[in-house]
């Protein structure tokens, strides 16, 4: 078998050398990418599983909700909490005038109107 020399780091090959008649047969074939989708597949299925088992650690919960979500709820609950006041605020005016307007109608209601012409009473 004849002796192989390997191709300089810079890509370049000595005067004279054919890479095809260096090379072995099975090196210059090209190769087989059908399985690659199923080998990714394989292989992101892997990365997934490692990375759910990661999270189901309780050290790693604890982390990830210190660092993560606790400062993010805050920031949440710090930008929108002036609007909250606000909204609650105008839903108990709305509210209160609303049932201030139901009552006044049921007081107005029962009361019997005099007619000042012909003082007789209605209803």
Known sequence: MAEISPIPASGELPVGQNPSR?????LRMAVDRTKDKERFE???????NKFSLSLVQS??????????????L?????RS??????????FSGILILVIL?????LMD??????CPF???TFR
């Open 22 to 26: 260096e090379m072995p047969a099975m």
């Open 42 to 48: 394989h292989m992101l299925k892997g990365w997934i």
């Open 59 to 72: 050290d790693t919960k604890n982390h990830i909700q210190q660092l993560v979500i606790e400062p993010f």
């Open 74 to 78: 805050e920031y949440i609950l710090q």
């Open 81 to 90: 909490f002036p609007y909250m006041l606000i909204a609650i605020c105008v």
């Open 101 to 105: 307007i139901f009552v006044i109608l």
């Open 109 to 114: 209601y029962n009361k019997s109107v005099i």
């Open 118 to 120: 012909c003082d007789k």
